[in-house]
Nanobody
Framework: QVQLVESGGGLVQAGGSLRLSCAAS????????EGWFRQAPGKEREFVAA????????YYAESVRGRFTISRDNAKNTGYLQMNSLNPEDTAVYYC??????????????????WGQGTQVTVSS
């Protein structure tokens, strides 16, 4: 089984930056894809970004493309989401997750099987 723990959330002013971390443990060698989702109050959980476990390919939601960067450090078994140029609409609980999808990019919640508990990101104006 796989366990995921997010960290790095907090309060930041609009225009600022945060880096989220996703520490993985358990049977992680065969996981093809890692992704990040976010959920704002009263809204559905939405896809943010995804990366192949090897780190050789990435995919972003249009809302964050150019501002966020997803990456991995496999030596530390940790994924990262670097978030720049944050705005109040980025305020949400951010979750990392893993997906068994190997071909097309998984962007739906149902395509991910293991989830972290989430970390709160609040962007003030």
């Amino acid at each position: 089984q796989v366990q995921l723990v997010e960290s790095g959330g907090g309060l930041v002013q609009a225009g600022g930056s945060l880096r989220l971390s996703c520490a993985a443990s358990g049977r992680t060698f065969s996981i093809p894809t890692e992704g990040w989702f976010r959920q704002a109050p009263g809204k559905e959980r939405e896809f943010v970004a995804a990366i192949r476990w090897s780190g050789d390919s990435t995919y972003y939601a249009e809302s964050v493309r150019g501002r966020f960067t997803i990456s991995r450090d496999n030596a530390k078994n940790t994924g990262y989401l670097q978030m720049n140029s944050l705005n109040p609409e980025d305020t949400a609980v951010y979750y990392c997750a893993t997906s068994p999808r190997r071909s097309s990019w998984p962007t739906r919640r149902t395509e991910y099987n293991y989830w972290g508990q989430g970390t709160q990101v609040t962007v003030s104006s």
